[in-house]
């Protein structure tokens, strides 16, 4: 590896590999018989609680519970934008997050509502998480600079993270421009787009004018979720669903998918894109050359 990984000084919250709570060492051998140590992230039991009812028991990295918690609500439309959240409680050794609201919330006929999706780490959503989708168009005074894409590609591929430290990550970025704001990572991609939905929340940050990278497949849900954050364009480097393009289509959410190098495919909102860069004077492996490359699989 010829570059060294640097952290954009835009990010203000960037994944920390040196926790060593977050990985642990384990010996085992390779495909020559040889004893190898390697790396690997922890997944730990995070048990949701809003007011008194127990929700949902997820699997997590551990980091960031408070941002987790409120963007799951969030996100599965159990908290609405206006809800006033006076307290969040934390338990690492009970491994329980209780978040406590002004207003009693609705969440019981929520329970009774839930659909088996293709996430991973996350194996229900409940049934109305399109509740008001169809209500929801996103504007069209966002836009996205090639120049953009290839600079935030370059950026998130060179900070330091845990997936480059241990594998089996997931990544989500939200981002301004050309610069790379919160970056969360989780062992699965939903609790990392999760906990931004509840960073957001929590330090009253607004969608407009932002862009949203994942590393994780463009499903329905991804779609879902980001049209809910009213953030107006998706980026990932991974692949699409029919129904997410679907989804997109309907929203007029700007989705790009396939995003390596200087190629990327865009299937929605495509009227967003500003073409100011030339692929062909980019060296496309400039990248590749400098950081590790993300694994295929583990999208």
Known sequence: MTGKLVAPASLVIRPNPADPSLTRSIDGIDHAGAKVNVTVPVERPLTLFLNSREIV???TVGDYPDCLAVGYLLNQNMLRPDDEITAIE???DLEVVVVRTARETDFEDKLRKKTLTSGCAQGTAFGDLLENFAAITLGREAELRVSWLYSLSRAINLTPSLYLEAGAMHGCVLCERDAPLVYME????HNAIDKIAGYMFLNGIRPEGKLFYTTGRLTSEMVIKIVRMR????ISRSGFTAWGVDLARQANLTLIGRAKGTRFIAL?????IVFDADPAAIDADSSRSQGKERREDDA
């Open 57 to 59: 028991t997820m699997m």
């Open 90 to 92: 934390h338990d690492d």
């Open 186 to 189: 989780d062992v699965g991609r």
């Open 231 to 234: 953030i107006p364009i998706l």
């Open 268 to 272: 929605s909102g495509t009227e967003r």
